[in-house]
């Protein structure tokens, strides 16, 4: 009599939520290797007729026996190891959540800047990410009466200056759908029964709150979004409630915000009014060459209170929320950032609707057929979405496209040594008018804030700009055969170089005749190497440069060649990642001064930096594009840098592995890591993290 003993499958089936099916596989004495083999059919035998149940089932009985095997590697061995005891922890914690008394919510706040259109009020201005434990019986009532306490403590915003009785106010998520005030089993709304109900975590809340309507005083959106919320006049709105405010002396002790691009005290400024009922800018007269946040359609931009007498938490909130924005450049061209700047049209994030959907392993495809679209634009904002992987684009996924996109470009229409290419010669690609395409599509990477294409050779760039000036060289010849008879000519004797005068007709070069001078040989080299440098590839560089002449992008390159040639040649590219470069955009939030957080913090980015001078020094297996790449999904710094600087947050984890939010430029690392977990714990993050949806 057989013993059917396999405690493994018995396991996953628990780990997967599958464990009602334990007696079946018992019954049918199926061991873990057996799962990988079975049929639809089988499953439909054994019950399991959902088919996502089944694929769950096989992808984890095959990373179970991936990790058992032999050849499997160290990190992939150690990767499950740490995935199971990850699963184990969580399991551990939801089971503890369950009987705990308090649920933890994140909390925030959502201010209406138009008929039905919110934008989250940040840290800077107010507003800002809160946590919270509160009990499990608390009420709509007391929870909404907390999170107001919290933005509005005594019913006004300092930072604002807004009253709470001059806004209409709910609780939502942060997709906006309001909090229900009760479920479809009659329960009353708690804090349990509506951690219950959504099933995830953590769990965000955020208070929206709009501009009271004198013809609702209750206002509050359908459930069921299918009514729009009542029509404001913003903009009317907005100039009456500034009037209200335009004497210092109707709000006492409040003190005015002013734009922190003034650079120079006692400099002539003028007050404008900022577009927001509550706050004025300070405009200086002189304008700042450094990159600075992109505008928002309303006007808002950072600023800092100049009353230094105000509360002084609010003035380090301001001031860390301004240094995050303020991006060093290693790459700014003044006319680039106004071509950027003038040529992009801006749109609301949740407004955006260009949307480009991607195939993982055929990026080029994708892009093309989006670009053939009868709707596309180019100057337009777009998203990114990958079939079948998780998270939606706020940056992150585009840039990670856009990444992708310039090195399967270079790898269609270019040849020759890596970062040191030029045109392939190619007939059918012309005729698809494939260069043309590919200059467009780099003009687009440019101008969404992707990468450039730092592959050509310096010959090939001059050609785009000016082919009157370039010296050939035979470094420039692709073909090895073309360029050992082009060096033979200069050495070879009268018998060998009439062995060469067929080949020499064939490629164009005519009436040379005997006796062969030193100034014929050089007559004759340069017509050969201009025939193979350039006339070869002519038709295809004439056709890309047209495509790059999209938006007018060609005149501002020709105009400043030398301060764009850094997008298009690797050696000189400005966004070529080192550790300093690196150093420069991270902004790192450590905890209060002198708290045992603190110290363990210091530790980890001790180990920190030193994986940054092993990754700059070739002595890891990970190196800094790589990093990159993982953090923001681009693995170059964009040429007019990223919209704001990378960041890095602590958590109290360490069995977690690194974690990156690419659309957040957020790295989340655990406290006190001795340098060789870090390096570890890294290596096999980056390594083993995959495609976007597991960063």
Known sequence: MHVYNDTDIFNILEEIEMKEYKNVFKENMIRIQDVVELTEKDFEKLGVTAIGLQLRLKQACRNHLQAKSEDTSPVLKKFFDLKRERVRIQKTKKIKRHFKPTRRIYCGWKHAVRSDVFKVVTLSKGG??????????????VLEKQILDLYFPKARSMAQNLKLSDLNHYL???????????????????????????????????????????????????????????????????LSLSSELEDPQLLPGTSRMFDAVCTDEGSDAEFENAGTPVIFFKKSTQTRLTSTPKPEKNGNKPFLSEDLDGDMQMQEAICASLEMMQQPQHFIDLDLRKWTMNTLKSEEEENVKQLIVVHRRHVLNSALRALDRASFKLEEPFKVEFPGELGADYGGPKREFLSCLMKELANAVLEGEPYNKTFIHSVPLLDKE?????????????????????????????????????????????????????QKLQTADEEELNLLSDWMVEQGVYGVVPPYTEQKRDCMARQLLKSHVYLRIHAEIAQFRKGLNTLEFYTIMKSNSEEVRGLFLHMLSNSMVTMQKIKEII?????????NDKRKEEDTMYAFELFLQDCSEDTSEINLNMLLAFWTGAETIPPLGFHRKLEIKFVEDPALLPVAHTCDLLLEISRGETPEEFHRKMELAITCGGEFHLA
């Open 128 to 141: 800002g990410q809160q946590i919270i434990d509160v009990s499990k019986d608390t009420t709509y009532e």
């Open 172 to 238: 939502a998520s942060f997709s906006g759908d309001p909090l229900p005030r009760s479920f479809q089993n009659n329960h009353e709304f708690t804090v349990g029964n509506y951690f219950d109900h959504i099933k995830t975590y953590p769990v965000r809340v955020y208070l929206h709150t709009t501009k009271k309507d004198e013809d609702d005083d209750n206002y509050l959106p359908d459930i069921s979004k299918s009514s729009p919320g009542p029509s404001k006049d913003m903009e009317s709105q907005s």
């Open 434 to 486: 494939m260069f043309f395409k590919a200059g467009r599509m780099i003009v687009w990477s440019i101008l969404h804030g992707g990468p450039g294409f730092p592959f050509l050779n310096s010959t090939l760039y001059q050609l785009l700009i000016e082919p009157k000036d370039v010296v050939y060289s035979t470094d420039d010849v692709i073909d090895l055969d073309v360029k050992n008879k082009i």
């Open 587 to 595: 902004h790192i939030n450590y905890s209060e001064d002198g708290s």
